[in-house]
């Protein structure tokens, strides 16, 4: 009897640290392992940037606009203000699980960066890095900053945080019914997961964007207010 006292009570130690372990790993690691990924993805794209030459005139090269978006590849830097003055993170192409341990994950099927469509882009609530952790903060007017290397991208928010399933996926069609968006345009739409530590809902927003404006003019006003 004392020896199996003595095994079950070696086995519930043994679980008991497995789950600290897993819980830590949670919390943790991958949120250490997010930061260094993502900073290595930015640093990846300035790299790639620096090495492209800006052109001369205003607007977005060509070039680099009309390059098709690789799996797993970065695609810009995107900053949201509201959810802190260091909040950045690199947007990648795609939205399966490898690419969302890096950063925000672009919906493939979505619009291009500051072109006519909706660009989509999904990213984690908690764990990871936690990026959106903070996404019920987001209010219509609120900016959404992003960068392609050669020109800054200026959104605000219009409507949400709007929760739905994930079955939803008209939430991410080129003009979204819930959105209220009237017809065609330039518009992002934000997704993540709810509530906090689950996934049996998603939390949306909507945005348009508000102003473009060459790099070479220096940061936008939004990131500065």
């Known amino acids: ?36 990924s993502g900073a290595a993805q930015i640093d990846t794209l300035r790299r790639e940037w620096a090495a492209t030459p800006v052109p001369a005139a205003p607007g977005p090269s060509p070039a680099r606009v009309r390059t098709p978006y690789v799996p797993g590849k970065g695609i810009a830097v995107m900053y949201v203000p509201r959810l802190g003055r260091d909040w950045k993170w690199p947007v990648l192409e795609g939205t399966g699980t490898g690419v969302l341990k890096k950063g925000l994950g672009h919906y493939a099927a979505t619009g291009r960066l500051g ?5 989509a882009v999904a990213g984690h609530r908690r764990t990871y890095g936690d990026p959106f952790k903070d996404f019920p ?25 709007h929760r739905t399933v994930p079955g939803d996926v008209a939430v991410v069609d080129p003009v979204p019914r819930k959105s209220r968006f009237d017809g065609p345009g330039r518009y992002l739409t934000l997704t993540t997961c709810d509530p906090e530590w689950g ?24 990131l500065d207010s």
């Open 1 to 36: 009897m004392r020896l199996v006292v003595r095994t079950f009570s070696e086995l519930c130690l043994t679980v008991g640290t497995l789950i600290v372990l897993f819980v830590v790993y949670v919390l943790y690691w991958t949120g250490v392992q997010a930061g260094i």
């Open 115 to 119: 072109e006519t469509g909706n660009f």
């Open 137 to 161: 903060r987001l209010r219509p007017g609120d900016a959404v900053v992003l960068t392609d290397g050669t020109t800054w991208f200026t959104y605000r928010i219009d409507r949400g945080p």
């Open 199 to 222: 996934s049996s809902h998603r939390l949306v927003v909507w945005a348009h964007l508000d102003a473009t404006q060459p790099v070479t003019d220096g940061r936008p006003q939004a």
